[in-house]
């Protein structure tokens, strides 16, 4: 086999969009099928993405021995459910994040993979493929700005629309989980490793009940990370990471074009430096990479063990917001 054969679990817009087309174009990947809960979307959907399959239940699909893998972007309350039963029927699975609702759903997704070791499961965090982000993460551990100390990040939109699924508390909505889960995401993945405790202050929705502006401190053991997230804001999104002789900021750190440059600045030894990265698809680079994870049977890019880590420092932030106190993730 050169190609993964994808199948994908529901309609969603961000797969319309942006997934789906993404591994269409990747090297190691064929979209085989898509799945909606009524034939006729998935036959509309299917049409306009030339895809060749269309199946009237998700059941169906995973029943297609001929499919060897499944991108799954359903809400967030089913993200773990339909990955358990993806594995199950012997797909590998690459999931939206965040992996689930609570780290010990999480945990039982970990369980079940573990039944079943030679599957390939991933966390689809997208950001950490674009070249922006390995040149900073490279920068950071070459001393580029001498110690790092500090991150700060904020990432906003605005969207109250009630039939909105990131407006729906049930199903997991929220800004933390929508895109909060981001800036936690790229502090522990810059400091490289988990915060010790966490602060958190979040403001609620008195329709929807979830979070629309959240911040947040992260303790590190020997820096700290602040950041701002909301769904009810003007739209915004930047990312400075802060060392003992220098800094760094990427301009667009989350939602990269896919046809124009992204930039990075570096301050650092008293000069200015101007990064311009090419315009890429970091969706068609995480397909790539979890593609040829299956095809030569080696590790995913990133551990299932990350997304329960996240899921924990999620967990600290909602306990310390109602309670008022630092709350240490590893003792939750």
């Known amino acids: ?57 998700y059941e169906e ?24 039963n993806a594995l199950r029927a012997g797909k590998h699975v690459l999931c939206e994040k965040p992996i689930g609702l609570s780290s010990s759903e999480a945990q039982k997704l970990i369980n079940v993979a573990a039944e079943h070791s030679h599957l390939k499961v991933m966390e689809a965090f997208m950001y950490r493929f674009h070249p922006q982000w390995k040149k900073a993460k490279q ?63 979040a403001e609620f929705d008195l329709h929807s009940g979830v979070d629309f502006l959240s911040s947040g401190i992260l303790q590190f053991a020997d820096g700290t990370s602040t950041f701002t997230c909301s769904t009810q804001l003007v739209p915004f999104q930047r990312v400075q990471i802060f060392g003992t002789t220098g800094c760094i900021e990427i301009e667009i750190p989350f939602n990269a074009p896919l046809n124009e440059t992204t930039t990075i600045r570096v301050w650092a030894n008293g000069e200015v430096e101007t990064i311009i990265f090419d315009a890429v698809n970091q969706y068609t680079l995480q397909a790539d990479l979890f593609a040829k994870s299956i095809l030569e049977n080696t590790d995913v890019p990133t551990p299932l063990s990350d997304a329960v880590d996240n899921m924990k420092v999620i967990e600290a932030f909602f ?14």
Not at 38 to 44: F, L, P, S
Not at 70 to 84: G, K
Not at 322 to 332: D, F, H, V, Y
């Open 1 to 57: 086999m050169d190609k993964v054969r994808f199948g994908i679990l529901s309609t969603a817009k961000i797969g319309r969009e942006k997934v789906i087309p993404a591994i269409q174009a990747s090297k190691y990947c064929e979209v085989y099928g898509i799945a909606s809960r009524q034939k006729q979307t998935a036959d509309k959907t299917a049409n306009e993405l030339h895809i060749p399959n269309a199946y009237g239940s």
């Open 61 to 84: 699909l995973l029943n297609d021995t001929r499919i060897m893998a499944v991108y799954i972007p359903l809400p967030n309350d089913l993200h773990v459910a339909w990955s358990i």
């Open 139 to 201: 920068m950071v551990l070459e001393g580029k700005i001498g110690k790092l100390k500090t991150v700060n990040s904020f990432f906003s939109y605005y969207n109250t629309d009630p039939a909105n699924i990131r407006n729906q508390r049930n199903k997991g909505g929220g800004g933390l989980m929508d895109i909060g889960c981001y800036c936690i995401s790229l502090s522990r993945f810059l400091f490289g490793e988990e915060p010790q405790k966490v602060f958190g202050i």
């Open 319 to 332: 306990k310390s917001s109602r309670e008022g106190t630092w709350i240490m993730p590893n003792a939750l």
